[in-house]
T-cell receptor
Framework: GQQVMQIPQYQHVQEGEDFTTYCNSS?????IQWYKQRPGGHPVFLIQ?????EVKKQKRLTFQFGEAKKNSSLHITATQTTDVGTYFCRPSLDRGSTLGRLYFGRGTQLTVWP | DGGITQSPKYLFRKEGQNVTLSCEQNLNHDAMYWYRQDPGQGLRLIYY???????QKGDIAEGYSVSREKKESFPLTVTSAQKNPTAFYLC?????????????FGQGTRLTVV
C-alpha cells in the first residue's frame, strides 16, 4: 500500500497566494520524486530529490527533502492558474530497484481562483 | 519520438463484457505498471511487471489480468469480475535498474461501463 502520507488532499487558493504540499514517511527514503497531473491529463515528472536536506528550485516551485529523508515538500510561490492540477510524490525505498518505487502519494489537488 | 502510448483514449463497455486496454512503449524500459484513478483520487496500483514474462499483483488486482509477452507491450484486461470498472486507467514505464528512474505515463484510457 501507500508508503507516504501526502497532505493536504485538497487546497484552494486565490491566484497570487502560496501553496505547499507535504509527503511524510515513517520510513527513511532513498529518494523522492514529484509529479504534476493537469486536469484530464497524465502525471508528468517534475523533479527527484536525493540528498538529505536537499533543496531544488524550478522557477516558482521549491522542492525540499528533509534532513532525516522522511519528509518532503513542494512549495509554489505566487500561484498562477497554470499551476492547477494534482501534485503527487513518489517515494523510493530502494535506490537500485523498481520494487521500491511502486507507489505514489495520494496527491494534493490544487485549485487556483483567478 | 520515444514514449508510451495507450489506446483507446475513451472506451465504453457493456456490463458483463471483458475489455482490453493497450499499452505500448518504445523507451526500452523493463518495468511497466498499470494504475487506476478514480475522480479526485490518487493512483492505485493494479499490476506491475519488471521483466518480460513476469508480472505481479498490486493492491487492486481482483477483476483484472495482464500479460507481458513482449518488452514493449503490457495490455490490461478488465474482466466482467471487476465490480466497478468505470475509471481512468494509466499505464507507466520506467527503467528497471538504476538510480534515476522516473516514470513515464501514457495519456490514459477512460473506461465507462454502460
Amino acid at each position: 500500500g501507500q508508503q507516504v502520507m501526502q497532505i493536504p488532499q485538497y487546497q484552494h487558493v486565490q491566484e497570487g497566494e502560496d501553496f505547499t504540499t507535504y509527503c511524510n514517511s515513517s520510513t527513511t527514503l532513498s529518494n523522492i520524486q514529484w509529479y504534476k497531473q493537469r486536469p484530464g491529463g497524465h502525471p508528468v515528472f517534475l523533479i527527484q530529490l536525493v540528498k538529505s536536506g536537499e533543496v531544488k528550485k524550478q522557477k516558482r516551485l521549491t522542492f525540499q527533502f528533509g534532513e532525516a529523508k522522511k519528509n518532503s515538500s513542494l512549495h509554489i510561490t505566487a500561484t498562477q492558474t497554470t499551476d492547477v492540477g494534482t501534485y503527487f510524490c513518489r517515494p523510493s525505498l530502494d535506490r537500485g530497484s523498481t520494487l521500491g518505487r511502486l507507489y505514489f502519494g495520494r496527491g494534493t489537488q490544487l485549485t487556483v481562483w483567478p | 519520438d520515444g514514449g508510451i502510448t495507450q489506446s483507446p483514449k475513451y472506451l465504453f463497455r457493456k456490463e458483463g463484457q471483458n475489455v482490453t486496454l493497450s499499452c505500448e512503449q518504445n523507451l526500452n524500459h523493463d518495468a511497466m505498471y498499470w494504475y487506476r484513478q478514480d475522480p479526485g483520487q490518487g493512483l492505485r496500483l493494479i499490476y506491475y511487471s519488471q521483466i518480460v514474462n513476469d508480472f505481479q499483483k498490486g493492491d487492486i488486482a481482483e477483476g483484472y489480468s495482464v500479460s507481458r509477452e513482449k518488452k514493449e507491450s503490457f495490455p490490461l484486461t478488465v474482466t466482467s469480475a471487476q465490480k466497478n470498472p468505470t475509471a481512468f486507467y494509466l499505464c507507466a514505464s520506467s527503467a528497471r535498474q538504476g538510480f534515476y528512474t522516473e516514470a513515464f505515463f501514457g495519456q490514459g484510457t477512460r473506461l465507462t461501463v454502460v
